[in-house]
């Protein structure tokens, strides 16, 4: 999260061009979006128990656990060209390289807008604080089930959207790491889960890897941007600096625990 912040910062005064970025997490991780009150949400206990990362994220959206996925995020400026004033469209433009990652994978993905009043107003009222309970707009549905969701801030005059795409999904896991109003609420989420998100791996017989996804994911973006992406390395004097930006926000209760 620190490198993430990090880039939208240099890329706000001109030092770098937009990134895309791919990367895994270590432990297993809760993310919490920035708006979110941690002890509400989130079984704390659990988390800690089963030694899982815990960090607030700087864009919004709901819980996210950060298992068995690719992570990915984009930061760019919000006056490149193109690119629509709204979050609601910018969504969609970003997430265009997921679409056609998942399409280079041989999946059937397409992006889900709500087609009744009901699912609208779900959209805006969620019911639950987990992330893959149901999808959003423009997040991508493969056979009607969500396999990625994302998230989005917008500072400096920089985007940066963070999304989550699932491999493959424990769901005792995921479910372990939220707070329920009562046994019986936990048990309405375990039964409706399956029905609501997916992960990749289940649709295929030879299980994705992470090299195949960064592979299909880049040249996903790489088209629908009409972008070349080249390797960026940090230099010493940036790589202090995410450090110092980890341990004075992102590892502490100030900022995790806020709400």
């Given at each position: 999260?620190?490198?993430?912040e990090?880039?939208l910062?240099?890329?706000?005064?001109?030092?770098?061009?937009?990134?895309?970025?791919?990367?895994?997490?270590?432990p297993?991780?809760?993310?919490?979006?920035?708006?979110?009150?941690?002890?509400?949400?989130?079984?704390l206990?659990?988390?800690?128990?089963?030694?899982?990362?815990?960090?607030?994220?700087?864009?919004?959206?709901?819980?996210?656990?950060?298992?068995q996925?690719?992570?990915?995020?984009?930061?760019?400026?919000?006056?490149?060209?193109?690119?629509?004033?709204?979050?609601?469209?910018?969504?969609?433009?970003?997430?265009?390289g997921?679409?056609?990652?998942?399409?280079?994978?041989?999946?059937e993905?397409?992006?889900?807008?709500?087609?009744?009043?009901?699912?609208?107003?779900?959209?805006?009222?969620?019911?639950?604080?987990?992330c893959?309970d149901a999808?959003?707009?423009?997040?991508l549905?493969?056979?009607?089930k969500?396999?990625?969701?994302?998230a989005?801030?917008?500072?400096?005059?920089?985007?940066l959207?963070?999304?989550a795409?699932?491999?493959d999904?424990?769901?005792?896991?995921?479910?372990?790491?939220?707070?329920?109003?009562?046994?019986?609420?936990?048990?309405?989420?375990?039964?409706?889960?399956?029905?609501?998100?997916?992960?990749?791996?289940q649709f295929?017989?030879?299980p994705f890897?992470?090299?195949?996804?960064?592979?299909?994911?880049?040249n996903?973006f790489k088209?629908?941007?009409?972008?070349?992406?080249?390797?960026?390395?940090?230099?010493e004097?940036q790589?202090q600096?995410?450090?110092?930006?980890?341990?004075?926000?992102?590892c502490?209760?100030?900022?995790?625990?806020?709400?």
């Amino acid at each position: 999260m620190a490198l993430d912040e990090a880039l939208l910062d240099w890329h706000s005064v001109g030092e770098i061009p937009p990134v895309i970025r791919f990367y895994e997490w270590n432990p297993a991780t809760v993310s919490i979006g920035y708006f979110q009150r941690a002890h509400k949400d989130i079984n704390l206990q659990n988390v800690k128990e089963q030694n899982l990362g815990f960090v607030r994220r700087p864009t919004g959206g709901r819980a996210v656990l950060h298992d068995q996925e690719l992570t990915y995020s984009v930061i760019v400026s919000e006056s490149y060209p193109n690119m629509p004033a709204t979050v609601t469209e910018a969504y969609r433009i970003i997430s265009e390289g997921i679409l056609l990652g998942f399409q280079k994978l041989g999946l059937e993905a397409y992006f889900s807008v709500p087609e009744t009043k009901e699912q609208f107003e779900d959209l805006k009222k969620p019911k639950s604080a987990v992330c893959f309970d149901a999808p959003s707009w423009y997040e991508l549905v493969v056979e009607g089930k969500k396999v990625a969701g994302s998230a989005q801030t917008r500072q400096k005059g920089v985007i940066l959207q963070h999304g989550a795409i699932l491999l493959d999904l424990d769901e005792e896991l995921l479910l372990s790491v939220f707070n329920f109003e009562s046994d019986e609420a936990k048990e309405r989420m375990r039964k409706k889960l399956p029905e609501k998100a997916v992960a990749m791996n289940q649709f295929v017989d030879k299980p994705f890897t992470i090299a195949d996804c960064i592979e299909a994911f880049s040249n996903g973006f790489k088209e629908a941007l009409d972008i070349e992406l080249v390797p960026y390395q940090l230099n010493e004097t940036q790589q202090q600096y995410v450090e110092h930006l980890m341990k004075n926000k992102y590892c502490t209760d100030e900022w995790n625990y806020r709400k």
